[in-house]
T-cell receptor, first 113, second 115 residues
Framework: GENVEQHPSTLSVQEGDSAVIKCTYS??????FPWYKQELGKGPQLIID?????GEKKDQRIAVTLNKTAKHFSLHITETQPEDSAVYFC????????????FGGGTRVLVKP | EPEVTQTPSHQVTQMGQEVILRCVPI?????FYWYRQILGQKVEFLVS????????KSEIFDDQFSVERPDGSNFTLKIRSTKLEDSAMYFC?????????????FGPGTRLTVT
């Protein structure tokens, strides 16, 4: 069925190391892939997104890569800092399900000082 | 920086009661959404709204749910007769354009507790 799978569910890294979160999606027609950061007690905050006409996008310490053939996209955080600790969600529009934004299960990232 | 606002931040209600959750989307946005997040789970789409009508809704959005844009700034979600399983965080979001073109910005959420 229409789905967005996200791995890992938890990720613990040392401050300064990199963190990588991967998502796969089912609908090959999906063309927009946002990443959201959710801190405790707050709403999801859009941190970066990528459209299907590019393979990679960077914004300072955050980057997203997209492989349309394999139907997966990844979030890369370099030089992690304690304030990067949060739950991260990927999302994609699953057109077969009506073009709504479908979220992955989330990754709880803990950056240890 | 413009942001989506939601009220109340926390709503406690008894089973069977009606609740209305309120949102003020970003002012120049045209597309509005409601999502739900049960504690510890992923964010789930409920409904999208454009041009004063529902454009899409999920299986969760049954006859107990309704949305309205009563004026030029507010966007509301009504649950007619709440159930225990309606307890969740409810997020409003808005975007300037439709899904393929517009980033969705989320509000801080309303925590609904049904007792």
């Amino acid at each position: 069925g229409e789905n967005v799978e996200q791995h890992p569910s938890t990720l613990s890294v040392q401050e300064g190391d990199s963190a990588v979160i991967k998502c796969t999606y089912s609908d090959s027609a999906s063309n927009y892939f946002p990443w959201y950061k959710q801190e405790l007690g707050k709403g999801p905050q859009l941190i970066i997104d990528i459209r299907s006409n590019v393979g990679e996008k960077k914004d300072q310490r955050i980057a997203v890569t997209l492989n349309k053939t394999a139907k997966h996209f990844s979030l890369h955080i370099t030089e992690t800092q304690p304030e990067d600790s949060a739950v991260y969600f990927c999302a994609a529009p699953i057109k077969a399900a009506g073009n709504k934004l479908t979220f992955g299960g989330g990754t709880r990232v803990l950056v240890k000082p | 920086e413009p942001e989506v606002t939601q009220t109340p931040s926390h709503q406690v209600t008894q089973m069977g009661q009606e609740v209305i959750l309120r949102c003020v989307p970003i002012s120049n946005h045209l597309y509005f959404y409601w999502y739900r997040q049960i504690l510890g789970q992923k964010v789930e789409f409920l409904v999208s709204f454009y041009n004063n009508e529902i454009s899409e809704k999920s299986e969760i959005f049954d006859d107990q749910f309704s949305v309205e844009r009563p004026d030029g700034s507010n966007f509301t979600l009504k649950i007619r007769s709440t159930k225990l399983e309606d307890s969740a965080m409810y997020f409003c979001a808005s975007s300037e354009a439709g899904l393929a073109g517009g980033e969705q910005y989320f509000g801080p959420g309303t925590r609904l507790t049904v007792t």
